[in-house]
């Protein structure tokens, strides 16, 4: 006769593993459901116990977490304002690097000039193009109707 061992008696009937794994977690679950009892019995103690201190010490308490978040506030502020200010910096100076680059002479050759009535621009023939550097035609949306 041949001996009869867990896996094979679970293999075997399909709903005897059901109810071996039922049986397994039916301890672990009620031991975590022990643990988290007792974790919301030590914070409720901890906080009657704290009760009386913290309506004691409120006028100080108060003030303070108020300056505290003041504080953090105005430093995150800072941080970002610096971050702007360190990229509104680093586009300009890319700006002027990209027109020195362009044949301009630095700042000065940012200056809008007229290009030849419009139709020249970097030695190409357009039709049609803005009369400045920088400038755009206008689009049909921004043909103001009433004056027309």
């Not at 004691?56 to 505290?68: G, K, W």
């Not at 301009?104 to 139709?119: H, N, R």
Request: glycine share 12%.
């Amino acid at each position: 006769m041949r001996g009869l061992d867990a896996k094979s008696a679970l293999r075997a009937s399909p709903r005897m593993a059901t109810v071996a794994r039922a049986a397994l977690l039916v301890p672990l679950v009620a031991a975590l459901l022990g643990a988290s009892g007792l974790a919301v019995a030590a914070t409720l103690t901890g906080l009657a116990l704290a009760t009386p201190l913290l309506v004691i010490f409120s006028p100080v308490l108060i003030p303070f977490v108020l300056a505290a978040v003041l504080l953090a506030s105005g430093l995150l502020a800072s941080g970002a304002l610096s971050v702007a200010g360190i990229s509104a910096l680093t586009w300009a100076v890319g700006y002027v690097w990209r027109w020195h680059g362009e044949g301009g002479s630095g700042v000065t050759g940012m200056v809008v000039q007229p290009l030849d009535q419009g139709l020249k621009c970097h030695g190409v023939e357009r039709e049609g193009t803005a009369a400045f550097v920088g400038h755009r035609r206008p689009l049909p949306r921004d043909i103001d109707v009433a004056s027309a």
